[in-house]
């Protein structure tokens, strides 16, 4: 609660104060632990389902460069049993995430202050490396991809009206964005960050690519249904400058239903939309 109440009220805290914070260790860090290890600063986490690890919290007070902000879940999961990152609110989190008020508005209010501490997003600190076996041609579900992400963008973007995007939906329309499809995509994910040096590799389902200014590409592998919620969270990596991790679940919902579905839920008609874009 004091961390929340000084994140509240950072606005008012001076120049100098702002400098210290930005070099003590005042923030706290969580990391996941196996439930054998035994450390006073660890926490249970209620049991998942069986054959799911059991494991357990580790807080501790960290200087900011020592603290990832979680933005992507898939690299949490990878990850986060080696790099103390920004706590979540899962208590408040419910069963809908950004759709709770007040668990958008403590989360946001967390997160900013974290970032106007210096500390970096998860997604930011990876390196990525990837390599792909034969591209597959003709494929229908290919293209079916590419006009579903260009359909649903926009109304992804309406309710990100204040968020800083990368490019513009208007702009991937003009041949700006490209849907491949390999028979599989192999991707290795590094890490140096605060002391810890790790590296992993494993297939994925879909991933961005993109080359200076050039346009940008969705890489597909052809293993059967495409994850949309790979694909979302890959979108929003590219497309804000700083996101959440609801941000990816929206956009993975909204890839997911059908329109009708959609405007049950309160978005507006997909063309009144993209004629905003």
């Known amino acids: 609660m004091e961390l929340r109440k000084i994140a509240i009220t950072s606005w008012s805290l001076t120049h100098t104060t702002l400098a210290r914070l930005k070099t003590s260790q005042i923030l706290v860090g969580s990391r996941c632990v196996q439930n054998q290890e035994h450390d006073q600063a ?5 049991g998942g389902e069986e054959g799911e690890k059991d494991q357990k919290l580790e807080y501790k007070l960290l200087a900011p460069n020592q603290v990832a902000i979680v933005d992507n879940t898939i690299a949490l ?27 958008s508005m ?20 990876i390196k990525e490396e990837y390599q792909t076996t034969q591209e597959t041609y003709g494929n229908k579900a290919t293209q079916g ?32 964005f490209i849907v491949r499809t390999f028979e599989k ?3 290795t994910k590094s890490i140096d960050f605060a002391g810890t040096k790790s590296s992993k590799s494993f297939g994925t389902s879909a991933t961005i690519r993109r080359e200076g200014g050039g346009p940008v590409q969705l890489w597909l592998s052809n293993n059967g249904q495409v994850d949309m919620h790979e694909v979302a969270v890959s979108l929003c990596h590219l497309l804000l400058q700083t996101h959440k991790v609801t941000d990816a679940l929206l956009f993975e919902i909204l890839l997911s239903k059908d329109l009708h579905a959609l405007r ?7 063309y009144k939309i993209i004629l905003l874009f």
């Open 42 to 46: 660890t926490e249970c986490v209620e």
């Open 77 to 103: 999961e990878q990850f986060g049993e080696e790099i103390f990152c920004a706590p979540q609110d899962d208590t408040l989190e419910g069963e809908h995430g950004s759709l709770c008020p007040l668990y």
């Open 106 to 125: 403590l989360t946001l209010e967390i997160t900013a202050f974290y970032r106007s501490l210096g500390c970096k997003q998860l997604s930011d600190l």
């Open 145 to 176: 991809v590419r006009s579903l992400v260009l359909e649903r963008l926009p109304l992804f973007l309406y309710k990100h009206a204040t968020t800083t995007t990368r490019v513009s939906p208007s702009w991937l329309k003009k041949g700006n």
């Open 185 to 187: 995509i192999m991707v």
């Open 264 to 270: 049950n839920r309160g978005y507006p008609g997909n």
